[in-house]
């Protein structure tokens, strides 16, 4: 191989020009047998188009029931949550982590129980919430198998005007670090929508996952400079533990109509009250809305779902910033939290997710009783299970779900125009 | 700009070490101001991860609804067809591209009218069918808006054994050329199912697009030798005009299980009978089942789904072969058949589609009146329309979309082996 300043890239280069000239050059090169009936299992030494050369150079295996990183999402209701009738004045949302603790499974979650459902910015009061994760508080539930949970009540209360956090202590994560347990969560000091979704992000600490909890009363991550892309939110808080400290990742809300858009960071500590550098690639993952995240071998992976151009996909940054696509999935679970048995060993051989919680937001599909559930999802993105269930190609939709899926009376109107060209 | 042997491919090492090399170099460089909040139309000049890299050079747009190549799609049932109250007797599946003739749309399909639904290889007979799309015929229907249709009846009924399509003739395409009106179609000469879905293609060309149609009774896209990927099946034969000549992309299945896969490769001609060349880089197309292309700017795009590492994307190939994915979508139209204006005008600049149809399979749920039915897509895959309720980044699905994606009975028995690690 010929060294050059460029290295690899110019052999990549070379099997550009050689996988398109053959056919570009009118043929000149000798025409090669056709492709094989047996799909190679590594990238075969011939002449490949651009996707041909993709699956073998993108992803973790050529088809996706060999790819550790490709799964479907299995979705089961969970026992022991009540929502009082689901009238909108109890919900449970962005659940954290699962953690395993003596045995027993532990979750955190934004939990709402109000006199009357959300009612938006304009007519919200202290009592009343503007949104659904508005006058909430984080509280907890354990579960010997993930399905059925016994909920323990509040962990983290508001507290007093002015802490931070007093308007709602929403979208917790855990973190396990020394034997001390930190729950980071969202710290409204406004009510969510007067301008956007605002907040800081603090911390609680613990020594036992039971609590009680001490908050450390101050802004762990703040938001960035006037300007900058993360200045009025700090999201989903996701600690995770890699190369000895803290890696917490973020999502932030910024732009403006209609070009919102939602990306995720990166803030790294050595301790978790901080202080956490941003890091200067900010922001590291594009799309998404939630942050889940998993160590993968020696890097992490991420569930990209529901926003941005690369929603719907698995993605992996071996050096834990730089995100390329792993798998193209479907039908993800929203704010997953997955039970992530590595999440804080600091591994160079993250094994991958099994299950965790996510919720589903709007349960009634009605704005005036609006509130979400907690659900449990499974899925195999572990190196050590081998589930094919899981690894089926696609989700056989039935006809009413793409009925749903009409089209709006603008949209009929613009076609009764009679442009036939359309 | 320095010229080397490598051209850009240069300056993409370059923006790749000047994208990681600060801060996995221990930030050496000065740190630089964060992202600014408005996401910036052009990449910025400043360093970016792998992801932000990405969305200014992978995708038409950063953001997904300035993709022209991104939609959502919306469904609407059709009107003027007869299933005899779904009892599995008759079945229209697999649409044609449409074509606008005289005033009026046309789509040509595949239709099974038996005397009792599928019943599998073993027991079909003569009259019995094994698959969906055993002894079935070529059909044809006409509109004016695309909603309401009126059948119209056979096109290409069953030739003569042992004529090419003498068991079924289905899956048929439409190609204009000179005036004249061609009928590809998929010729089976064996029941469905006995070793796999084997067929070649063949063609019948009329003077009008209501016949009368003659059938050429030769195979024009024959299957591949021993050995190669396509030695068993050429399915969806899918005619495009491009540089003066048809390129034809087609399916097939290729491999054994648990490796069975569906790509798609390109063949070409100067005359419609052929001879038709396979392209040397198939398959040029590594997911996705049916084909589904059109003309966009200089190139051709492909909508890919269901199958394979890379489904629910829409995919570009600015010389036609070397494709790219373009955008990541959701629930997207099976067998996807849209109305292509410039589908045979020998376009140089392809200006995408808006509607087609597609078709939904097993309608009842229920395989002993296994049967199908045709749907109209709507999409904004066009780029003289802009339809902001297309460009929506996400489609929510109710609850029960995602429960009725349950764990199976092995995957309960597995989870309540006790593995407290899963």
Known sequence: MRRTPVGFVFVGAMLFFQGTGTWADGGTAASPAAFPFILPERKPDRPLGA???????????PQPQDNELFSQFKYTELKGFDYHG???????????????????????????????PPQGAELCTDTVPSSDWDLAEVWYATSDDGFAWEE??????????????WRSVTTTDILVWKGRYYLYFQAFMEASGKRGDDCPVSVAWADSP???????????????????????????????????????????????????VRMQGLAIADNPLGPFAKHPLNPVITSG???????????????????????????????WVNFEIAAI??????????????????????????????????YNDDWKTFHSVLVRFDCDLSRDLDDPEMK?????????????????????ERMAGGNRQE
Chains 1, 2 share one sequence.
């Open 152 to 165: 323990q009540g509040v962990a983290l209360a508001r507290p007093p005007r002015p802490d931070p956090g």
């Open 51 to 61: 996707a041909m050369e993709r699956i073998y150079t993108k992803y973790e295996a």
């Open 392 to 412: 089926e190609q696609r989700v056989n939709h039935r006809p009413e779900v793409y009925y749903r899926q009409g089209l709006s009376a603008r949209q009929r």
């Open 329 to 362: 999935t479907e039908l993800m679970p929203w704010a997953a939290a997955p039970y992530v048995p590595d999440a804080f060993t600091d591994t160079w051989d993250g094994r991958g997710i099994t299950w965790g919680l996510a919720h589903f937001i709007n």
């Open 289 to 319: 809305h939630e942050t889940s995240l998993f160590p993968f071998k020696e890097g992490v992976a991420a569930l990209v779902y529901k926003d941005g151009p690369e929603h719907n996909t698995v993605q992996y940054a071996k050096d």
């Open 210 to 260: 039971d609590g009680p909890w001490t908050f450390s009363n101050r802004i762990v991550i703040p938001n960035g400079a006037e300007g900058e892309w993360d200045q009025y939110s700090i999201h989903d808080p996701y600690p995770l533990v890699h190369d000895g400290r803290i890696y917490l990742y973020y999502k932030s809300d910024f732009g403006e109509n209609p070009h919102k």
């Open 86 to 116: 689901h009238d909108g004045t109890v919900s449970r949302r962005d659940p954290s982590k699962v953690i395993l603790h003596d045995g027993k499974y532990y979750v955190w979650y934004t939990h709402r129980q109000t006199p009357v």
